[in-house]
Nanobody, 115 residues
Framework: QVQLVESGGGLVQAGGSLRLSCAASRSTLTPVTMGWYRQAPGKQRELVAWIIRSGSTNYADSVKGRFTISRDNAKNTVYLQMNSLQPEDTAVYYC?????????WGQGTLVTVSS
């Protein structure tokens, strides 16, 4: 069973930066897509960014120009560089890896942006 291990969350002041990492282990397959979702208190989980195996990316409008997703296929790892963070970016961030017929999720990492 695929296991996703996230790291990099924490507390940062508005305008600051954080980098999240997510490594997929226990899998010999390369995920078709890897992405990041987030869930703020009292809100539904939303898609933040995703990247397909070829490297093409897509972003939610709210993070375009501030966040950058990248992946290392050899390491089955996805990264999310978050710049110009704002208090509204505060949420638990979840990593997702999509395989044919299955999805894997990380345990979540908390990002808190203070004003």
């Amino acid at each position: 069973q695929v296991q996703l291990v996230e790291s990099g969350g924490g507390l940062v002041q508005a305008g600051g930066s954080l980098r999240l990492s997510c490594a997929a282990s226990r899998s010999t397959l390369t995920p078709v897509t890897m992405g990041w979702y987030r869930q703020a208190p009292g809100k539904q989980r939303e898609l933040v960014a995703w990247i397909i195996r070829s490297g093409s990316t897509n972003y939610a409008d709210s993070v375009k120009g501030r966040f950058t997703i990248s992946r290392d296929n050899a390491k089955n790892t996805v990264y999310l560089q978050m710049n110009s963070l704002q208090p509204e970016d505060t949420a638990v961030y979840y990593c997702n890896a999509h395989y044919p017929g299955a999805d894997a999720w990380g345990q979540g990492t908390l990002v808190t942006v203070s004003s």
